[in-house]
């Protein structure tokens, strides 16, 4: 009779051992479901940031990204930044380099390339409201994006983005 409680003993922490794994797992796809909900894959509460001020300007964008999937920064210009009646928004080239420009509206009325910056020259119509730009663009690879920002050369801002592959 003793060989059958060693049979049952053996079988018991096997079925422990199996039932802590289950719950480790259960765990982990619980924590990695919540992860996804809060937007730790892109799209939702911890991938939304906006750096910037009010006075000057304001830029919205993804935080966390996928590699080919669609995005958008959107930036906010104080009436006070325009010059002659345009708004330069220069963006680093390591940035620039890292991405496919789908869409820029309104569309920029010129284009130039510095040694590492892009600069984008929009007509922004008088006014008190702050412009408003998107920038609609996918990112062409994965890993770590960071460069600054900056409105008629001056106001830089960082963007720190992450692209999952």
């Given at each position: 009779?003793t060989?059958?409680?060693?049979?049952?003993?053996?079988?018991?922490?096997?079925?422990?051992?199996?039932?802590?794994?289950?719950?480790?797992?259960?765990?982990?796809?619980?924590?990695?479901?919540?992860?996804?909900?809060?937007?730790a894959?892109?799209?939702?509460?911890?991938?939304?940031?906006?750096?910037?001020?009010?006075?000057?300007?304001?830029i919205?964008?993804?935080?966390?990204?996928?590699?080919?999937?669609?995005?958008?920064?959107?930036?906010?210009?104080?009436?006070?930044?325009?010059?002659d009646?345009?708004?330069?928004?220069?963006?680093?080239?390591?940035?620039?380099?890292?991405?496919?420009?789908?869409?820029?509206?309104?569309?920029?009325?010129?284009?130039?390339?510095?040694?590492?910056?892009?600069?984008?020259v929009?007509?922004?119509?008088?006014?008190?409201?702050?412009?408003?730009?998107?920038?609609?663009?996918?990112?062409?690879?994965?890993?770590?994006?960071?460069?600054?920002?900056?409105?008629?050369?001056?106001?830089?801002?960082?963007?720190?983005?992450?692209?999952?592959?």
């Amino acid at each position: 009779m003793t060989g059958t409680n060693e049979d049952f003993d053996k079988v018991m922490r096997h079925h422990r051992k199996a039932w802590r794994v289950e719950r480790i797992a259960w765990f982990v796809i619980a924590l990695t479901l919540a992860a996804a909900l809060f937007g730790a894959f892109g799209g939702g509460v911890l991938s939304e940031a906006q750096v910037g001020s009010r006075q000057t300007v304001t830029i919205e964008y993804d935080r966390l990204l996928r590699s080919s999937a669609p995005s958008l920064m959107r930036f906010h210009v104080h009436p006070s930044l325009r010059r002659d009646g345009a708004v330069r928004l220069r963006i680093d080239r390591s940035i620039v380099s890292r991405m496919e420009i789908e869409s820029i509206v309104p569309q920029p009325l010129s284009q130039a390339s510095g040694a590492d910056y892009t600069e984008f020259v929009f007509d922004v119509a008088p006014g008190e409201s702050p412009a408003t730009i998107d920038l609609r663009y996918r990112p062409s690879t994965f890993g770590r994006m960071r460069g600054e920002v900056s409105i008629a050369g001056e106001h830089a801002l960082v963007i720190d983005q992450f692209v999952y592959p």
